[in-house]
């Protein structure tokens, strides 16, 4: 199946610092989401982008489909950025289930 | 509803016996799934249900677990007979337009 490689698995950052996230995945894809989870375990849809470059706010993504790789740029973090980022894709041609990547663990500190 | 609700939030349960888990989606999404996550681990997916296609049962851990929707509406997931490996948070999401909105899951613990 379809492997999903997300790094750095753990990043830890001062308060106003800069970021970027990074996806790996190994087939083509028709479906790409990054999902934040809270500390609390809530999980988040941040950002559909299965291919292109988005922005919301301080967080920004861009998906490059036939690199087979996207990334998720986080500016001036915030102590409330904490939690742990998924990405998750869906084979194109394949099944809708998303297949998720183990994520990344963001710690930002005051 | 707002958003997707799940309940219990939290179920405690003996080695052994069964559990019923609930999920209510966004009204109007036609699709549901449903995963499990251990404790520092990622999302595993179990099942998926569009509408009135057969549902992806792909995911399915093995034949203890079980899950039914009706229609467009609520969903169980079904654990027969729960083991101690089933403690986990499963999540439920519906969809609309590709994008997946998670409930607050269910928090199982088998004792």
């Known amino acids: 199946g379809i492997q999903v490689e997300q790094s750095p698995p753990d990043l830890i950052l001062q308060e106003g610092a800069n970021s970027t996230l990074r996806c790996n995945f190994s087939d083509s894809v028709n479906n790409l989401q990054w999902f934040h989870q809270n500390p609390w375990g809530q999980l988040i849809n941040l950002f559909y982008?299965?291919?292109g470059t988005k922005q919301n706010g301080r967080l920004s993504a861009t998906t490059v489909a036939t690199e087979r790789y996207s990334l998720l740029y986080i500016s001036s973090s915030q102590t409330t950025d904490s939690g742990v980022y998924f990405c998750a894709v869906c084979i194109q041609g394949g099944s809708e289930k998303l297949v998720f990547g183990k994520g990344t663990k963001l710690t930002v500190n005051p | 509803g707002a958003g997707v609700s799940q309940s219990p939030s939290n179920k405690v349960t003996e080695k052994g016996k069964d559990v019923e888990l609930r999920c209510d989606p966004i009204?109007?999404?036609?699709?549901l799934y449903w995963y499990r996550q251990r404790l520092g681990q990622g999302l595993e997916f179990l099942i998926y249900f569009q509408g009135n296609s057969a549902p992806d049962k792909s995911g399915l851990p093995s034949d203890r677990f079980s899950a039914e929707r009706t229609g467009e509406s609520v969903s169980t997931l079904t654990i027969q007979r729960t083991q101690q490996e089933d403690s986990a948070v499963y999540l439920c999401?519906?969809?609309?337009?590709?994008?997946?909105?998670f409930g607050a899951g269910t928090r199982l613990s088998v004792l």
């Open positions: 009204s109007g999404h036609t699709a």
């Open positions: 982008i299965p291919s």
């Open positions: 999401a519906s969809t609309l337009g590709g994008i997946q909105y």
